[in-house]
């Protein structure tokens, strides 16, 4: 079992900047990619970005360049600096982590971008 805990989102002006964090507790050493999704009203939930032990990341082709997604694995946490926000991200973010054949997801922060 993992547990996920969010922190960070709330609302910025296009442009500006908003930083998530995610605290990760339970069998984090089993722990390999983490990283984030996000759902819009009226849409599927999407991959954000992720990142494994390693430090390898990954971003969805509209994020890149402006997201940047990091991890302290000696704190179990992952990051997720937002820059350039854009309306079109707002958005619920979810942080998860796959143990074995389970998906393991966070309470979710709301990220809101006026214009």
């Known amino acids: 079992q993992v547990q996920l805990v969010e922190s960070g989102g709330g609302l910025v002006q296009a442009g500006g900047s908003l930083k998530l964090s995610c605290a990760a507790s339970g069998r984090i050493f089993s722990i390999d990619a983490m990283g984030w999704y996000r759902q819009a009203p009226g849409k599927q939930r999407e991959l954000v970005a992720s990142?494994?032990?390693?430090?390898?990341?990954n971003y969805e082709d509209s994020v890149k360049g402006r997201f940047t997604i990091s991890r302290d694995n000696a704190k179990s946490l992952v990051y997720l600096q937002m820059n350039s926000l854009k309306p079109e991200d707002t958005a619920v973010y979810y942080c998860y982590t796959n143990l074995g054949l389970s998906t393991y997801w966070g309470q979710g922060a709301q990220v809101t971008v006026s214009s």
């Open positions: 990142i494994t032990r390693d430090g390898n990341t």
